[in-house]
């Protein structure tokens, strides 16, 4: 059987059980109807409809990108079909309770199943993907009604669930949003204002969509302290569960992108009146929570859905990686420096040794951004079913440290890998001859997609490695150390030292950031202290990874290897530079006026 160009099964395989020891986990009360098989079985059947239901459009979704006419979203049937079959296999329902018709799935086998759709078709998944994030927010923090109405639903499939942040005027900046909620005398909210790229925001493809809606209710602080969160269906939904009026929720226009292409992304008005619930202006919501808390609520999401981009970005740069590798193995052209004779016969380009090079960097990228995700994910599984407190309180605290890390680094060097493997197609790579530039085009909006890097630097700068009075930086080194302290004894000793020192310099560099006593120097630097730390955090998983290979000899487990030396003797030395420049507090950008630009 061919092996897939989509993802790797065998890097899967390797990943969860002989690395991440998922098994373990049918051990607790929450997994214990499952077993390896139960796990296996559900990876293939991501991997059969992701081949057979998803693959097969992701080029004519990209060149036939959604329309909206006269107010509503046009869109290939493709789509609605692979989605049918994706919420028919109970893959959207995968991680919930079987009380909500679940499988209790594990997060960690769930993100590696989800991880098949994102590789085969990004702009696809991000329909169901978005509806599992908005689920979960309910299930944590809304009333049993809203899980029951809303909730259920959307676990069946048949309606899909956004999240509706952004303004035109405000984009990131959420204390400067104005959509406006105005409390009713039955309890329920009308809101006015508008939302700018919200996925998935409107289409044909379920019969009701769930937005879940951050507004400022009169009267509440200001800023992000006066911020509410409200579910606001397209639909409205009568007593007995059947779909009522139209909401006063309107599709103002699409924005086309230069990939996820497949994806609605929308502006949309609340409250424009065009449609009058009852007739009154307004689109109706239903209060999530309590007033003033919605970004806290909302943070549930997000968060969820950053290392689901990560999870995403590291997916694209596997199957970019996947692609070249075959095209490099079967494309033959030239003759190794070693051999000049034109009467020999070209050999693969995967012979020259420059080759060789990018797809070495493409797989350390690809493969130890995939590590990332599926690691957070198993801190998802611990948080929530550890053994005791303290297990269950160490993997939040740690989770906490590497969300923006989990969003940005794969985010960063996944597009990168995608890049890589366009150079290893040559003049093919950038035409439509090949697929690996629309991976690249899907994967370039990954570093926008929940927070840009500078967001996710000023999170983990800002607020993470210091919260709790640095707790949650000192369990990460303790946790590096504890691999390096493994690899002791080993071939593996010396990447070992090297990362010891990486992580040492790494708490000095906090200190320094913070000890000068100028938050807009420290804040200034948060980027790059972001690379710094990501380079970090994955030459630790890719020493974990190795260890995890023992004295297995298949090409399998020295290309792991391999991939591990590259990344420590290429990639780990540049955080030394990174760490130099964060050491000196460097003003460059601080000082360099806007006019200068």
Same mark, same amino acid.
């Given at each position: ?17 002989? &690395? ?18 139960t ?14 239901h ?14 909206m ?9 493709e ?40 590789a ?28 029951? +109405? ?62 879940? @809606? ?31 009026? #139209? ?40 209060l ?20 689901? @981009? ?5 997916a ?12 490099? #193995?079967?494309r033959?052209?030239? #003759?190794?420096? +070693? ?10 380009? @995967? ?30 599984d ?82 993470k ?14 946790t ?11 071939? &593996? ?41 990501g ?6 998983? &890719?020493?974990?990874q ?22 420590? #003797? ?16 460097d003003?460059?950008v ?5 006019? &200068?630009?």
């Open positions: 059987m061919r092996s897939s160009l989509i993802l790797s099964r065998r890097d899967l395989e390797f990943l969860l059980h002989e &690395w991440l020891a998922v098994e373990e986990l049918t051990k607790r009360p929450r997994h214990a109807e499952h077993s390896r098989e796990f296996d079985a559900v990876l293939e059947l991501a991997e059969q409809i992701a081949t057979d998803f693959a097969p459009h992701n080029r004519t979704a990209d060149e036939h990108e959604p329309r006419v006269d107010g509503r979203v046009e869109m290939i049937p789509v609605s079909r692979a989605l049918r079959v994706f919420a028919d296999a109970g893959l959207i329902a995968g991680t919930f309770d079987e009380e909500l018709g679940g499988m209790q799935l594990p997060h960690t086998v769930a993100q590696a199943a989800m991880a098949w759709f994102q085969a078709n990004v702009g696809t998944s991000a329909y169901p993907f978005l509806t599992m994030a908005n689920a979960r927010l309910l299930v944590a923090h809304g009333s049993r009604e809203q899980v029951d +109405t809303y909730v259920r639903p959307m676990l069946e499939g048949r309606w899909f669930g956004t999240m509706a942040l952004s303004e035109p005027q405000a984009g990131s900046s959420l204390a400067d949003i104005t959509t406006r909620a105005d409390r009713q005398d039955d309890g329920t909210y009308r809101l006015t204002g508008n939302k700018m790229w919200i996925s998935a925001g409107d289409h044909e493809l379920s019969e009701n969509i769930v937005h879940l @809606v951050l507004a400022k209710v009169p009267g509440g602080p200001p800023g992000v302290k006066g911020i509410s969160l409200f579910v606001v269906p397209k639909h409205l939904v009568r007593d007995d569960d059947s779909l009522g009026e #139209r909401n006063d929720v309107v599709l103002a226009g699409l924005n086309h992108k230069m990939g996820y292409r497949g994806t609605t992304n929308t502006l949309l008005n609340f409250g424009e009146g065009v449609h009058t619930p009852g007739g009154r202006a307004g689109a109706v919501g239903y999530v929570g309590e007033e003033h808390r919605g970004l806290t609520y909302m943070f549930h999401m997000m968060n969820e859905a950053r290392v689901g @981009v990560g999870a995403g970005a590291a694209l740069a596997c199957t970019g990686y996947l692609h070249a590798l075959e095209y490099a #193995r079967t033959t052209q030239g #003759r190794p420096p +070693t051999n000049r004779d034109p009467a020999t016969p070209p050999v693969p380009i @995967v012979e020259h040794t420059d080759v060789r090079r990018m797809l070495l960097a493409a797989k350390s990228y690809a493969e130890g951004g995939l590590a990332l995700a599926l690691y957070c994910a198993r801190l998802v611990e948080e929530q079913t550890g053994g005791s407190e303290a297990e269950r309180a160490r993997a939040h605290l740690l989770l906490e440290v590497l969300t923006p890390i989990a969003k940005s680094w794969p985010s960063q060097w996944g597009p990168v890998a995608d890049d890589l493997a366009i150079q290893v197609h040559g003049g093919y790579g950038y035409t439509r001859d090949h697929p690996v530039e629309q991976f690249y085009r899907d994967n370039r909006l990954n570093p926008i997609h929940e927070g840009t890097a500078g967001i996710q630097g000023l999170d983990l700068l800002g607020r490695v210091v919260m709790e009075g640095g707790a949650g930086l000192a369990l990460l080194g303790q590096i150390t504890a691999t390096t302290a493994r690899a002791a004894g080993t071939e &593996w000793a010396g990447y070992a030292a090297d990362l010891d020192a990486a992580v040492a310099r790494l708490g000095a560099v906090t200190a320094t950031l913070w000890g000068a006593d100028d938050p807009a120097v420290t804040l200034a630097n948060a980027t790059a202290y972001l690379e710094a730390a380079h970090v955090v994955v030459a630790w998983l &890719w020493l974990d190795v260890l995890a290979t023992g004295d297995h000899d298949s090409d399998f487990h020295q290309g792991k290897r391999a991939a591990a030396r590259y990344f420590h #003797r290429h990639e780990l030395p540049k955080v030394a530079v990174t760490l130099d420049l964060l050491e000196s507090l003003r460059t601080l000082d360099t006026p806007a006019a &200068w630009l």
